[in-house]
């Protein structure tokens, strides 16, 4: 009776893992309909092994599903990180480098995968990550719906490598959302864990839908 009542159990957690799973690959198709995002970011990084030593950053981003990501860091020190699936632009002080993919596939691998995240590129996350989702609030009193998604790099994926866990909270609302002036879906906070245990934690704020690219961000984004 044990293994019946165990086994039944077993089945009813399966589904509702299935089901937050496709509340994720829904999420992604719905955050990939954004085709360009702006918004607020605080970024906290630090080692596992040592909490207490964290350097804080904060600026703003601009998401451009077509093009990448930009950073544009304002504190501590003003500084603008382009993360494109080809090449990796950082900004410093009026010195710029620019590293070509071939050169540091690595470090390229990276920007890609944070990328393909923020874009919703369901396709890529799934084809190097192990998925779980957990819902941490639903049914909120403004339509929103909060979910946690873990993503562990599968044993061949050439991620695994470099690359422990990624971690995001996102928000989806309700079919009301856009009448009440809200953005449908968003990730609230992105985390990710590399295999030395150095973490890189943001959080992400008053974001933004447009249709278009400004000149800086087209500056880059064309280089």
């Given at each position: ?45 630090y080692?596992?092994k ?23 860091t ?22 710029k ?10 470090f ?51 991620i695994?490598?470099?690359i422990?866990?990624v ?37 992400l ?5 447009t ?13």
């Amino acid at each position: 009776m044990k293994k019946i009542a165990a086994f039944i159990t077993g089945l009813f957690l399966c589904s509702a893992l299935f089901a937050q799973t496709n509340e994720f690959k829904d999420f992604c198709k719905r955050n990939a309909e954004s085709k360009i995002v702006r918004g607020d970011f605080e970024l906290v990084q630090y080692n596992e092994k040592n909490k207490d030593a964290k350097r804080k950053s904060e600026g703003t981003f601009t998401l451009s599903v077509k093009d990448g990501i930009i950073w544009f860091t304002k504190k501590p020190v003003a500084a603008t990180q382009v993360m494109m699936s080809t090449k990796i632009i950082q900004e410093v002080r009026g010195r710029k480098k620019i590293i070509d993919g071939k050169e540091n596939p690595t470090f390229l691998s990276i920007a890609k995968i944070t990328s393909s995240v923020f874009a919703g590129d369901y396709a890529e996350i799934e084809k190097n990550f192990d998925i779980e989702v957990f819902v941490i609030n639903k049914f909120l009193e403004d339509g929103r719906e909060e979910y946690d998604v873990e993503l562990t790099p599968k044993k061949d994926s050439a991620i695994v490598t470099f690359i422990k866990k990624v971690n995001l909270t996102i928000c989806v609302y309700d079919d009301n959302a856009e009448a009440k002036g809200y953005k449908t879906c968003y990730i609230s906070e992105f985390s990710m864990t590399d295999s030395g245990g150095g973490v890189s934690q943001y959080t992400l704020n008053n974001q933004i839908e447009t249709d278009t690219l400004n000149t800086d961000e087209q500056k880059y984004f064309r280089e």
